[in-house]
């Protein structure tokens, strides 16, 4: 066996692997539209539901750790935590770059700690593993909101979806030292379905990895699906914790939202989002003096029309070559083509 390579149990190997940017992938969207299901490290609950109102006769939701023990009574088994949303996006990003593939996946610890952009010691793997097992063995249950892209209805799974439906972990230790460490692992089929059918929204990654706190992840990736068609928006920090679920007596409190969201303010000022520079962000007193707001900002990203077109263009060109490893180079492709009429035929 090479350095640098992991003999599995059956017998296969992962091999090294160059290293890649991390940049933008696309989430499932379902995930993203209910990004309130990834809990903060504050909450304390053993499951969660969390609803929402389509219409005045219609109501939608999410039961996140709740299945039936084997005499049919409800179990609570947990939640589903902040950095299950960073795992999750990394997994997407290494199923992405493996050319977003129907069958199980194998990786090595170290290249998620590096796709996440944290240390490769027991303690990062042990929080790794944790977050893989809790993605495996937390069920969700879409109470009429979950979207299948493939016959565009919302659906109702009562038998407990989870993220991960194969997840195996291979540990390799000498004389009581660790030396490799890899999971393999799949999505649900559901999820892929839709991630294939581009049920999803491009997303930064690599801006999400280098935030330090949870609601600041959170903030972030909510704040990127609704400023998506704007470029100003004023937001009540109790619209804001109602639709993220930060619950807890304190929070009742404008002024302790205020607080819990200055060092967001702070943080994300500034960023990059899928759709453009989040230019401002700042908290004021609404008018009626009874709570505080976010005051947000975006400068959209020049040539935002033409992006858009030529990022269709690219899922046209991989929805037939199906290379998902050169989408960088199809980006390129495409961008040029719009501006060059003969090649814009030729592709």
Not at 305 to 319: G, K
Request: glycine content about 6%; aromatic content about 8%.
């Amino acid at each position: 066996m090479t350095r640098g390579q992991l003999q599995r149990p059956n017998g296969k190997k992962v091999p090294d692997r160059e290293p890649r940017e991390v940049a933008r992938i696309r989430p499932e969207l379902n995930l993203m539209r209910w990004i309130c299901l990834f809990a903060t490290s504050k909450y304390r609950g053993r499951s969660r539901e969390i609803w929402r109102w389509l219409r005045e006769d219609k109501r939608v939701g999410v039961i996140v750790g709740r299945q039936p023990d084997d005499r049919g009574r409800p179990l609570e088994v947990g939640v589903l935590r902040v950095r299950d949303l960073l795992t999750v996006c990394a997994l997407i990003q290494l199923w992405e770059w493996e050319g977003r593939p129907l069958t199980p996946l194998t990786h090595p610890f170290a290249e998620l700690s590096r796709v996440l952009h944290v240390g490769r010691g027991r303690e990062d793997y042990r929080l790794h593993e944790e977050s893989l097992k809790r993605l495996f063995h937390i069920p969700v249950i879409w109470v009429g909101s979950f979207y299948q892209k493939e016959t565009e209805t919302l659906e109702t799974v009562e038998r407990g979806f989870r993220i991960l439906t194969t997840l195996e972990i291979y540990t390799r230790t000498v004389r009581g030292r660790l030396k490799e460490k890899a999971f393999t692992w799949q999505f649900h089929e559901r999820l892929l379905s839709n991630l294939l059918l581009q049920y999803t929204k491009p997303f930064r990654l690599d801006v999400l990895t280098q935030l330090g706190g949870e609601l600041s992840v959170l903030c972030y990736a909510y704040l990127d699906l609704i400023l998506a068609d704007k470029t100003e928006l004023e937001l009540s920090t109790q619209t804001l914790f109602d639709d993220l679920k930060i619950e807890g007596k304190r929070y009742r409190y404008p002024s302790v939202r205020r607080q819990s969201l200055e060092p967001v303010v702070a943080e994300l000022r500034g960023v990059k989002l899928s759709t453009g520079v989040l230019e401002e962000i700042r908290l004021e007193r609404t008018q009626s003096g009874e709570d505080w707001k976010l005051v947000l900002r975006k400068r959209p990203f020049r040539k935002g029309a033409e992006e858009a077109e030529a990022q269709t263009l690219v899922e046209e060109i991989l929805r037939v070559v199906g290379d998902e490893r050169s989408r960088g180079f199809y980006v390129k492709l495409a961008r040029r083509a719009l501006e060059e009429p003969r090649l814009l035929d030729l592709v």
